[in-house]
C-alpha cells in the first residue's frame, strides 16, 4: 500500500478535529452561513411551492407574471381540492411592514416578535446574517491582502523599506481606530460598501506585523535560498514560496477578524452609522431597541445575542485553529 | 553612551539610560503623531458635508435662495479658513498646535483644549478604574486557574472568560439599561449621567455613595472586556512560567508552594502583561464613546460623538490628537516599565 505523507492543512485539520468547542464553533459558522446563503428561503411571503388550479409553481424561485400583485395568505384563501402552497419557516419578507401588528411580543405568529413597524424580527435577523457576514468577509479580505502585500514587503527587503512600513504600522496603531471609524462613517453617505472600506483600511496592521515577522524567519531558509538559485524572481519568492509557508498564522488572525469585523460593523449600525435604511442589520435593530427600552425586550435581547453567537462562534474557530497549527501543542 | 549631564557613577549612569531612553523615544513619537493628525486633517476635510453646509442647514431656515445660501458657504469657509487649500490649512493647524492651541470649536465658539479639559477628567476616571480593576481581578484568576489547571473550576473560568471576551459592551449596556434600569422590569442602578439630580442637596457621603451608584453600570461595561483578555494572558503566562527550570529549581529546594507559585513563577509571568495596559488605553477611549453615549456621560467620548455629528473639525482634530498623545505615552511608559522590571531587556 502506498502511503503518502499529509499534507500541512491535513495535519492542521486532523489536529483541529480532535477539539470539541472548535468543532461546536466550525459547526456555528458553517450554519450562520447557511442561513445567510438561503435567507430568500427562510424568510419570504411567496411560498416555496404551490399548487393552484392544477398547476405547479415556485414563487420564490421565479417570479411569474400571474401572481405579480398577489397576496398569496389571500390567494390561499380561495384554494380549490388539491390546491396547496407550502410558505417557507418565517412567512414575512424583512421590509414588509404592518403597522397594526407594531411591538408584538414573541408570539406563535411571529417567533420573535415586530418592532415598531409592525415588521417581523426573526425575518429581519436572518437577513442581517448577510450584512454581518459580507462586510466580516469583505472587510477581512480587505486587510489581509494590504497587510499580508505590506508585511511581506517589509519583511523579505528589510532595511530601509521595512523601516517606513514599520513606522506607517505604528502610527496606524496609535491611532484611536473606532474613533477614526466613525468619524469617516460619519462623514461619508451610508452605504455597507463603504463600512466594509473603512474597517478594511484600519485593520491591516496587525496582520501587516504577522506577516512581516514570518518572512523574517523564513527568507533565510534553505527553500529560498535554492528557490533564489533557480532563478525565481522576487515576486515569484514572495508570493509562491515564502507567503505560502506564512498563511497559516494569517488565516487564525482573518477568523479572530471576522468576529472583530462584525462586532465593529454592529456597533456602528448601534450608533446609528449603518446601512441605511430598510436594510436589515442585526445592530440597528438593536439600536431601535433603545426607543422602546422600558418594555421592547426582544427588540434588545435576540439581535444581540446573534451578534455574540456569531462572534463567539468565529473567536472559537480561531482558537483552535491557531492550537491545531502549533507544533508545540501537537500530540 | 555619555550621559548627558556626565554623572559617571553605575546607579546614576542606570538611571540616565532610562532617560535618554524616555528622551530618544519622546522624538520618535513625534513624526507618529504628525502622521496620525495629518491623516485625520485630509480625511475629515476631504469627507463630504463641510462646516459650511452645516451653517446653511443650521442658520438659513427659510433661505431659499442657492445664490444666498452660497453666500453663507463662502463667508463661513472664510470665517474658519476653509476657503484655503488643505496642506496650507494643515500647516496652519500646525503652528497653532505647537503653543498648544486647538482652536475654537465651530459649535459654540470655545476654545477646543478647555472644552477637552472639562471632559477629560470624567473619561480617565471611568478608564483608569476601570483598568485597575481589570488587573486586580484579572491576575488572582490568572493565577488560581493556571495553578488547578484542567480541574472544574479552571474549565469553568476558561469558558466565563471565553464569553464575556465575545460580548458586546453596547449590548451588554443596553441589557443592564433595560433589565435594571427601570420600565417594566426592575429599577436598581441610574441610567443617566454622573449624579443624581438632587446631588447638591446631599451630605458628603451621601455624595460619594451617589457618584459610585452611577458608575457601576458603565465601568462593568468597560471593565470585563480587558478583564477577560488579560487574565487570559495571565493564565498562559503563569503556565508557561510554571513550567520553566527556575521552577523545577525552586521546588526541588523544598520551597513551599506559596513562594514557589508567588515569588518565582508569579513575578516572571506578570512582565507580558504590563505591556498590554498600552493597549488597553486606547480600547478604553474607544470603547467610552459608546459606552458614555449610552450612559449620557459627560465625558471625552461622549463629546467625541457630538463633534463629529456636528462636523465639529477644531474638537475632532483636538481628540484624535490627544487621545494619540495618550495612547504614545501608555505606550512609551509600558516599555519603560517592561525595561525596569526585566533586567534581559536593554534600553540601548
Given at each position: 500500500m502506498k502511503r503518502t505523507s499529509q499534507g500541512y492543512w491535513a495535519i492542521t485539520w486532523r489536529q483541529f478535529r480532535k477539539r470539541q468547542l472548535p468543532m461546536r464553533g466550525l459547526v456555528l459558522v458553517v450554519l450562520l452561513g447557511l442561513v445567510a446563503l438561503l435567507a430568500p428561503l427562510l424568510a419570504n411571503?411567496?411560498?416555496?411551492i404551490m399548487r393552484y388550479q392544477g398547476t405547479y409553481y415556485f414563487p420564490v424561485f421565479r417570479e411569474h407574471p400571474r401572481f405579480r400583485n398577489v397576496d398569496f395568505d389571500e390567494l390561499a384563501a380561495t384554494f380549490e381540492k388539491g390546491d396547496f402552497a407550502v410558505f417557507p419557516p418565517?412567512?414575512?419578507?424583512?421590509t414588509q411592514y404592518d403597522l397594526t401588528e407594531h411591538?408584538?411580543?414573541?408570539?406563535?405568529?411571529h417567533l420573535l416578535g415586530t418592532d415598531d413597524r409592525g415588521r417581523d424580527v426573526l425575518s429581519r435577523m436572518i437577513y442581517g446574517t448577510r450584512i454581518s457576514l459580507s462586510v466580516g468577509f469583505v472587510a477581512v479580505g480587505i486587510y489581509i491582502a494590504i497587510g499580508t502585500v505590506l508585511g511581506a514587503i517589509a519583511g523579505y527587503y528589510a532595511g530601509k523599506v521595512d523601516m517606513i512600513i514599520s513606522r506607517f504600522i505604528e502610527i496606524m496603531i496609535c491611532f484611536p481606530t473606532f474613533f477614526l471609524i466613525i468619524a469617516v462613517i460619519a462623514f461619508l453617505p451610508p452605504s455597507i460598501y463603504n463600512i466594509m472600506i473603512v474597517i478594511g483600511i484600519t485593520g491591516w496592521t496587525r496582520v501587516a506585523r504577522l506577516v512581516r515577522g514570518e518572512f523574517f524567519r523564513l527568507k533565510g531558509q534553505d527553500f529560498v535560498t535554492s528557490a533564489r538559485g533557480l532563478g525565481a524572481t522576487h515576486f515569484g519568492i514572495i508570493f509562491r514560496h515564502v507567503l505560502r509557508n506564512a498563511l497559516g498564522p494569517v488565516f487564525v488572525s482573518a477568523t479572530f477578524g471576522v468576529a472583530g469585523a462584525i462586532l465593529t460593523e454592529s456597533a456602528l449600525s448601534f450608533l446609528g452609522?449603518?446601512?441605511?435604511?430598510?436594510?436589515?442589520s442585526w445592530g440597528d435593530i438593536l439600536s431601535q431597541s433603545r426607543q422602546y427600552i422600558?418594555?421592547?425586550w426582544w427588540l434588545t435581547v435576540f439581535p444581540g445575542a446573534a451578534i455574540f453567537l456569531t462572534i463567539t462562534a468565529y473567536n472559537l474557530v480561531g482558537e483552535g485553529l491557531r492550537d491545531a497549527i502549533d507544533p508545540r501543542l501537537r500530540q | 553612551m555619555v550621559c548627558p549631564d556626565g554623572t559617571a557613577e553605575v546607579r546614576a549612569g542606570e538611571r540616565c539610560a532610562v532617560r535618554v531612553y524616555i528622551a530618544r523615544r519622546l522624538l520618535l513619537a513625534v513624526p507618529t503623531l504628525l502622521g496620525i493628525t495629518a491623516i485625520t486633517f485630509v480625511i475629515i476635510q476631504l469627507a463630504p458635508g463641510s462646516p459650511a453646509a452645516m451653517a446653511v442647514r443650521l442658520g438659513g431656515?427659510?433661505?431659499?435662495s442657492d445664490a444666498i445660501a452660497q453666500e453663507i458657504v463662502e463667508q463661513t469657509k472664510k470665517l474658519y479658513g476653509l476657503d484655503k487649500p488643505i496642506p496650507v490649512q494643515y500647516v496652519l493647524w500646525l503652528k497653532r498646535l505647537v503653543t498648544f492651541?486647538?482652536?475654537?470649536?465651530?459649535?459654540?465658539?470655545?476654545n477646543v483644549l478647555e472644552k477637552i479639559a472639562e471632559r477629560l477628567p470624567v473619561s480617565l476616571q471611568l478608564s483608569l478604574t476601570s483598568i485597575f480593576l481589570v488587573y486586580l481581578i484579572a491576575i488572582p484568576i490568572g493565577v488560581y486557574s493556571s495553578t488547578h489547571q484542567h480541574s472544574l473550576s479552571d474549565n469553568v473560568i476558561t469558558v466565563s472568560l471565553f464569553i464575556l471576551y465575545s460580548l458586546p459592551n453596547f449590548w451588554v449596556a443596553t441589557l443592564f439599561i433595560m433589565f435594571l434600569g427601570g420600565g417594566d422590569f426592575l429599577?436598581?442602578?441610574?441610567?443617566?449621567?454622573?449624579?443624581?439630580?438632587n446631588y447638591a442637596q446631599l451630605t458628603f457621603w451621601a455624595k460619594v455613595g451617589d457618584r459610585l451608584w452611577h458608575l457601576v453600570l458603565p465601568i462593568t461595561c468597560l471593565t470585563y472586556g480587558g478583564l477577560a483578555s488579560i487574565s487570559r494572558f495571565g493564565r498562559v503566562g503563569m503556565l508557561e512560567a510554571i513550567r520553566q527550570d527556575y521552577v523545577r529549581t525552586a521546588r526541588a529546594k523544598g520551597l513551599s508552594e506559596k513562594v514557589v507559585i508567588f515569588k518565582h513563577a508569579f513575578r516572571n509571568s506578570i512582565i507580558p502583561i504590563v505591556t498590554l495596559l498600552a493597549t488597553l488605553l486606547p480600547a478604553m477611549l474607544g470603547g467610552s464613546v459608546i459606552i458614555e453615549s449610552i450612559f449620557s456621560i459627560p465625558g471625552m467620548g461622549q463629546l467625541a460623538f457630538e463633534s463629529i455629528l456636528s462636523r465639529d473639525y477644531p474638537v475632532i482634530m483636538g481628540i484624535t490628537t490627544i487621545s494619540a498623545l495618550l495612547t504614545l505615552i501608555g505606550i512609551l511608559l509600558a516599555d519603560v516599565c517592561y525595561a525596569l522590571v526585566d533586567p534581559r531587556i536593554s534600553l540601548e
Open positions: 411571503n411567496r411560498p416555496l418565517v412567512p414575512y419578507t424583512p411591538l408584538q411580543e414573541p408570539s406563535k405568529k452609522f449603518g446601512v441605511p435604511p430598510p436594510t436589515p422600558e418594555f421592547a | 431656515e427659510g433661505v431659499r492651541d486647538f482652536g475654537t470649536s465651530y459649535k459654540d465658539q470655545r429599577n436598581v442602578f441610574p441610567i443617566y449621567g454622573l449624579v443624581s439630580d
